[in-house]
T-cell receptor, first 110, second 111 residues
Framework: KNEVEQSPQNLTAQEGEFITINCSYS?????LHWLQQHPGGGIVSLFM???GKKKHGRLIATINIQEKHSSLHITASHPRDSAVYIC????????????FGTGTRLQVFP | EAGVAQSPRYKIIEKRQSVAFWCNPI?????LYWYQQILGQGPKLLIQ????????DSQLPKDRFSAERLKGVDSTLKIQPAKLEDSAVYLC?????????FGEGSRLTVL
């Protein structure tokens, strides 16, 4: 079993829909990152979380440390949101090492 | 602020040939990572530098892969000789105050 699991693996949506991507992890962490990767492109860091909730534009990220779970929400989705979203956690005892999920591929259709 | 620069963006070689990738992190970022990302998978850490010292290279296939960061700034990753299974995107990233900054990646195709 992977230490970081994401769901769903693939997600399609119509423009304007509210989207949720989930990340569960099984190790103690000091921080969790949500990353975005466009086809053929590099990776962009969206959020770094250690507790609570963060918002940036139409993106919202939440984390529940007790339940070892984080969600990434996209409100009013747009075709330009189509990308792979990757959850990565930093272990609490080895803060330099990241453990990556396998990503969620999102396609938003007009 | 300039981002993490990587080159080349794309490289096609035949198996048993060699290839080198270059990364210039954001100025002042002491921590630099090289990741390998095979299609459909998450990034896998190859090596981590802190300034010019190696922090973690436990997953680097040292019989064919090498990396250096001589002056604690830019870094090169070399593969010699390449195998078919090395086809992947090689991502360079730097870290500052916990935040990660990735380059565009170098896509390698080994034929």
């Amino acid at each position: 079993k992977n230490e970081v699991e994401q769901s769903p693996q693939n997600l399609t949506a119509q423009e304007g829909e509210f989207i949720t991507i989930n990340c569960s992890y099984s190790v103690g962490i000091s921080a969790l990152h949500w990353l975005q990767q466009h086809p053929g492109g590099g990776i962009v860091s969206l959020f770094m979380l250690s507790s609570g909730k963060k918002k940036h534009g139409r993106l919202i990220a939440t984390i529940n440390i007790q339940e070892k779970h984080s969600s990434l929400h996209i409100t009013a989705s747009h075709p330009r949101d189509s990308a792979v979203y990757i959850c990565a956690v930093r272990r609490s005892y080895n803060t330099d090492k990241l453990i990556f999920g396998t990503g969620t591929r999102l396609q938003v259709f007009p | 602020e300039a981002g993490v620069a990587q080159s080349p963006r794309y490289k096609i070689i035949e198996k048993r040939q060699s290839v080198a990738f270059w990364c210039n992190p954001i100025s002042g970022h002491a921590t630099l990572y090289w990741y390998q990302q095979i299609l459909g998978q998450g990034p896998k850490l190859l090596i981590q530098f802190q300034n010019n010292g190696v922090v973690d290279d436990s997953q680097l296939p040292k019989d064919r892969f090498s990396a250096e960061r001589l002056k604690g700034v830019d870094s090169t990753l070399k593969i010699q000789p390449a195998k078919l299974e090395d086809s992947a995107v090689y991502l360079c990233a730097s870290r500052y105050e916990g935040e990660l900054f990735f380059g565009e990646g170098s896509r390698l195709t080994v034929l």
